[in-house]
C-alpha cells in the first residue's frame, strides 16, 4: 500500500510538473508577434482596397503584450518597405518617432519591443496606403482572451509560413528571373503653366521612385538645378523663377539616374541619362505642353545587383 501510495504521488507530482512547463506557452501567445508585408503591395493599392484600406500588412492588427517582441519582415520580393509609427492623412504622412526600420529590402527584418500598453499605429514611409495597427496590453489581460489568443497564434504560424514558402521560392526562381529580365520603356512627359511670376514645371512618370536630375536654362544660364531628386509618386511639381517668351524661352532637361529608394544607389535598376528634354513658353496661367523630345531609356526590371524591382 505504502508502495502504491508513493507511486500516486510521484505521478500526480509528474503530471503537475508537466502543466506547469506547459503554462508559459499557453499564456505567451502574445510575447512574440510577426507581421509581413503583402506581395507586390508597393505597386498595386489591390490589397489596401480589397479590405478598406488596411490590408497590406500580415496581420493588419497585430496584439502584443507590454515587453514582448514584434517582428516586421519585409517578405515582398518584389519592393522595398518600412514600419514606421504614425499617421497618415491621405499622402502626408506623421510619423511619431516610436519606431522606425527604415528600408528594408526583401528578406530584412526589424524587432520592437513595446514598453507601454497602447494602440499604435504604422505605416510605409514610401508606400503611403499601407497601414496597420498594434496593440499592445499588459499580459494579464491574456489570461481572458484565450480565444483572440488563439487567433494572434494561427495568423503568427500562417505569417512565417508564409515568409518560408516566399523565401523558398524566390531562391527558386532567382535565377530565372536574372535570366529573363523584363524590359520597360521610362518615359517623362513635361507641363508647365505661369504661376506667380515664374513658371510652375509638372513632370509625370510612368514609373515609381525614379530618381533623377532637374535643369532649367534660359538664354545659355541656369535659372534651375537640383540633382538627385526622388519620385515618389507619379508626378512631380518644381517651380522656376523665371519667365520664358517665344524669343526667349526655357529649355527643361530631366537625366535619369536610376530605379529605386533613395540612398540604396548600389540598388537601383535602368540605366541612366538624358529621359525628355522641352522648350516650354507658358501663357496666361494655362498649361502649355511643348515636348521636343522624349528619349526612350530600356530598363532592365530586374538586376544582379537587387532583388528588389518594381515591376510595371
Not at 489581460?141 to 523558398?168: L, Y
Not at 538645378?225 to 518644381?238: C, F, V
Request: charged fraction near 20%; glycine fraction near 8%.
Amino acid at each position: 500500500m505504502k508502495t502504491k501510495a508513493i507511486s500516486s504521488i510521484f505521478v500526480l507530482f509528474a503530471i503537475a510538473a508537466g502543466m506547469a512547463s506547459m503554462a508559459p506557452d499557453a499564456f505567451a501567445d502574445h510575447a512574440e508577434v510577426a507581421i509581413v508585408t503583402v506581395d507586390e503591395s508597393g505597386f498595386s493599392q489591390t490589397c489596401a482596397e480589397a479590405q478598406g484600406g488596411s490590408g497590406c500588412y500580415v496581420p493588419v492588427t497585430a496584439t502584443v503584450d507590454v515587453g514582448g517582441v514584434v517582428t516586421m519582415t519585409n517578405t515582398d520580393p518584389t519592393g522595398v518597405h518600412t514600419f514606421t509609427s504614425g499617421t497618415v492623412d491621405g499622402f502626408a504622412p506623421s510619423p511619431d518617432g516610436v519606431f522606425d526600420t527604415g528600408v528594408l529590402m526583401s528578406g530584412d527584418a526589424f524587432e520592437w519591443v513595446p514598453e507601454a500598453a497602447g494602440e499604435q499605429p504604422y505605416y510605409c514611409m514610401l508606400h503611403t496606403w499601407m497601414i496597420g495597427t498594434i496593440i499592445v496590453q499588459e499580459a494579464a489581460a491574456e489570461e481572458h482572451a484565450d480565444d483572440h489568443a488563439a487567433e494572434e497564434a494561427a495568423a503568427a504560424e500562417e505569417a512565417a509560413a508564409a515568409e518560408e514558402a516566399a523565401a523558398a521560392e524566390e531562391a527558386e526562381h532567382a535565377a530565372m528571373e536574372h535570366a529573363e529580365a523584363e524590359d520597360v520603356e521610362l518615359m517623362v512627359m513635361i507641363s508647365d503653366a505661369q504661376v506667380m511670376g515664374g513658371t510652375q514645371i509638372e513632370l509625370e512618370f510612368n514609373v515609381l521612385h525614379l530618381n533623377y536630375d532637374l535643369t532649367a536654362t534660359q538664354n545659355g544660364e541656369v535659372v534651375f538645378e537640383e540633382k538627385g531628386l526622388h519620385s515618389m509618386e507619379l508626378i512631380a511639381t518644381h517651380q522656376i523663377d523665371a519667365l520664358g517668351s517665344d524669343e526667349n524661352p526655357i529649355d527643361v532637361e530631366v537625366v535619369s539616374l536610376g530605379i529605386g529608394a533613395p540612398g540604396e544607389e548600389d540598388s537601383w535598376t535602368g540605366e541612366v541619362g538624358e529621359v525628355t528634354t522641352a522648350k516650354v513658353v507658358p501663357e496666361f496661367g494655362t498649361i502649355a505642353m511643348m515636348v521636343l523630345a522624349v528619349a526612350i531609356i530600356s530598363i532592365v526590371a530586374v538586376t544582379a545587383k537587387s532583388r528588389v524591382v518594381p515591376r510595371f
